[in-house]
């Protein structure tokens, strides 16, 4: 993906299999959301092909985009919106009708165990709470596909607990995962990561086999995926504690 003379992204190339749970790394300004937004439908790539569902992201981005569902760290919910007219805009925009949207609705509610008012507003939601609505919000439309952007960013460690709690159980429906996170604990959760940096793909493997490739003389448990991060990013001489 090229802007003017600039990379965001060059020569990237992977594949997600379906359920799978799919991490992606890499600090701020590694190409992480423009690579999202490719395969979104929101940005048709410079050079060459992406598919997403069988579908070529620049054949089709509408059905693309009906495709995928899409939780943003900073703005999925409008905060002076009610519980309800939030998931009802989102319906609207997504043109269910109104008989698939209460299904959904309320099989979803009932998935995060919802126990609020759906009158209540959203600014008034602990923000756990409030996360777990975002993702209701971009499952409403039962996507194949489903992106989260740091999802869990700023809530407590018992809100992050459960949210990847509903993470595993969304994929063991099928659906594929696809997550960015800068908590390696979570990290640890994905079936693979992948770890941008400067645009490109610098590693991709299960967090088990990374650990091996970079300190092949401990133990994978011995080993914290931060320490992973920083070899492959920075250098191995970096991650290695004085």
């Known amino acids: 993906m090229k802007f003017g003379d600039f990379y965001a992204v060059k020569d990237i190339s992977f594949s997600v299999e379906q359920g799978e749970i799919f991490g992606f ?54 905060d002076d919106m009610t519980v309800d007219e939030n998931l009802s805009f989102a319906a609207s925009l997504r043109k269910l009708d109104e008989q698939k949207f209460k299904e959904n609705k309320e099989r979803l509610l009932k998935f995060i165990r919802f126990q609020q008012s759906g009158s209540s507003m959203v600014r008034d939601l602990p923000g756990g709470v409030k996360q777990q609505m975002s993702l209701v919000a971009a499952l409403l439309h039962d996507p194949e596909v489903v992106f989260l952007d740091e999802p869990t960013a700023g809530v407590s460690p018992a809100y992050r607990q459960r ?26 959760q994905c079936g693979r990561i992948a770890l941008m940096k400067e645009g490109q793909l610098i590693a991709l493997d299960t967090p088990e086999n990374l650990k091996k490739k970079n300190f092949p003389e401990k133990q994978p448990g011995e080993v914290h995926l931060e320490e992973v991060f920083i070899a492959e990013v920075e250098g191995k001489e970096q991650a290695v504690p004085s």
Not at 31 to 36: L, P, Q, R, S
Not at 46 to 65: H, I, M, N
Not at 163 to 184: D, P, S
Request: aromatic content about 10%; proline content about 2%.
């Open 163 to 188: 949210f990847w709690q509903l993470i595993r159980e969304v994929a063991g429906n099928g659906k594929t995962v696809f997550v960015t996170t800068h908590y390696m604990d979570e990290a640890e």
């Open 25 to 78: 790394l890499g600090a701020n300004g590694a190409g992480k959301t423009t690579t999202i937004r490719v395969l979104c439908g929101l940005l048709i790539p410079s050079e060459g092909e992406a598919f997403v569902c069988g579908t070529r992201v620049a054949d089709d981005p509408l059905k693309v985009k009906q495709s995928v569902g899409y939780m943003s760290q900073k703005f999925t919910l409008y």
